[in-house]
């Protein structure tokens, strides 16, 4: 019933036609207790940095379609979970349900020593985000600090002498990446770039945007922590008779798939998001079948459209 064993073909054909005969079914949740897993596996999502964040954002839902693919090409389920942390103990209790094999979080919001705190003892996690040698996790994700500098090295190649960023304030990931933007610039442009904190939804960052633009700020340049970031601001913009690029280059990052039909397409800073997700996938089986394994940084790279 299970296509394991040493049976021969003919026979085990012989047992699942009589089985579908009488309509007997292979009992998965019997089976897996007795071998002693459930065959899930968790993605929680903690959201204690922007609550109002939702699945149906572009990235997350991007990234949780690949783990689900990758997840069932090794045989698992997968079993989503919206966090919003209220304790800091809400891993821990997760982690001794028992509900599920293994579990790979979303990005690591402000829950660093939740995270560290459950490595301790948990082995069957690893976590999507930046890379921190402190961290006592592993960890899949891009270099957002490389990825900043390539955005500040283009718009400075257009010729941009007045800088904003638009970002989240307290995501490590939009940390790095507004660093490395700056690190990427002169002395003389870094210390005049305006750092703008939005939201994460395209409402809240849209409405952040209009309201900057609506006091009469002009950039010619400007890098968003994100494509949802990037597309809020090119509305914003164009809504207060602002033209892109002409007028103000906009560099995204992510290059989630709605990048390339904006209006206008939005040059952007990928990072492989379904490269990302299988080596999410194989580090956590790694991890299960008792293997050790090294946090892995994936290199972003400029895709040039035409907001910059």
């Known amino acids: 019933m299970t296509g394991k064993g040493t049976l021969n073909q003919q026979t085990r054909d012989r047992i699942r036609a009589l089985a579908a005969e009488h309509g ?14 459930t065959g899930a596996i968790a993605v929680l999502l903690p959201l204690g940095h922007e609550r109002a964040q939702h699945l149906s954002d572009p990235f997350l839902s991007t990234m949780i379609g690949h783990l689900a693919d990758a997840l069932s090409d090794k045989g698992y389920d997968l079993l989503l979970s919206r966090v919003l942390p209220e304790e800091d103990h809400w891993l821990e209790e997760f982690v001794v349900s028992g509900r599920v094999d293994g579990i790979i979080v979303i990005g690591q919001s402000d829950q660093n020593d939740v995270l560290n705190r459950a490595a301790t003892h948990y082995r069957s996690m690893v ?3 930046a890379y921190d040698p402190d961290n006592m996790y592993t960890t899949v994700g891009s270099d957002n600090f490389a990825g900043g500098m390539m955005a500040a090295r283009h718009l400075l190649q257009r010729g941009c002498k ?13 940390q790095a990446r507004k660093t490395g933007f700056l690190a990427g610039l ?18 809240g960052s849209h409405a952040a945007a209009q309201a900057y633009f609506t006091l009469g700020h002009r950039p010619d340049g400007v890098f968003a922590a994100s494509d949802v970031a990037a597309m809020s601001v090119c509305a914003a913009a164009t809504q207060n008779g602002i033209s892109i690029p002409d007028d103000m280059a906009v560099v995204g ?14 040059t952007t800073v990928r990072q492989d998001i379904e490269s990302g997700a299988r ?3 194989d580090l956590l089986t790694r991890r299960m079948a008792g293997g050790d394994t090294q946090s892995v940084q994936f290199a972003p790279r400029l895709i040039v459209r035409e907001s910059a």
């Open 186 to 203: 002169p002395d003389e442009l870094r210390k005049n770039v305006e750092i703008i904190p939005i939201p994460i939804t395209p409402e």
């Open 162 to 174: 007045t800088m904003a960023w638009f970002g989240h304030g307290d995501a490590p990931e939009f």
């Open 24 to 37: 007997f079914r292979l009992n998965v949740a019997a089976q897996n207790l007795r071998l002693g897993r």
């Open 127 to 129: 976590v999507w985000g």
């Open 279 to 281: 080596m999410l996938v």
């Open 253 to 266: 990052f992510d290059d989630i798939l709605l990048a390339r039909y904006a209006s206008p397409p939005l």
